[in-house]
């Protein structure tokens, strides 16, 4: 059974920085991706970055580039979300997701997915 677990949200100014780490269990083949969501209030739920564990490709919504870093820990099975010059708009319940095979596994819709923790960046 796939298991992702998130943590590393929480409260921060404007301008500061956070980073979300997601643990995977369960995944029995080494081809898989994580991606991580998020969904504010009255919002829809939108992709933020994903990456490859296979090869280490990513993928960033265009809100995000240049502020946000994915990256991934194979040997702990740990991806990670690095959240710099967060603003406001950022706000919302970040999810974890991942799938078996490439990117677009994650991208189309991932099959697994964590319970979400809360960011809020404060104006």
């Known amino acids: 059974e796939v298991q992702l677990v998130e943590s590393g949200g929480g409260l921060v100014q404007a301008g500061g920085s956070l980073r979300l780490s997601c643990a995977a269990s369960g995944f029995s083949v080494d081809d898989y991706a994580i991606g991580w969501f998020r969904q504010a209030p009255g919002k829809e739920r939108e992709g933020v970055a994903c990456?490859?564990?296979?090869?280490?490709?990513?993928y960033y919504t265009d809100s995000v580039k240049g502020r946000f870093t994915i990256s991934s820990d194979n040997a702990k099975k740990t991806v990670y979300l690095q959240m710099n010059s967060l603003k406001p708009e950022d706000t919302a319940v970040y999810y974890c997701?991942?799938?078996?095979?490439?990117?677009?596994?994650?991208?189309?819709?991932?099959?697994?997915w964590g319970q979400g923790t809360q960011v809020t960046v404060s104006s």
């Open positions: 990456i490859s564990s296979s090869d280490g490709a990513t």
């Open positions: 997701a991942g799938d078996v095979g490439g990117l677009f596994a994650v991208v189309a819709g991932p099959s697994y």
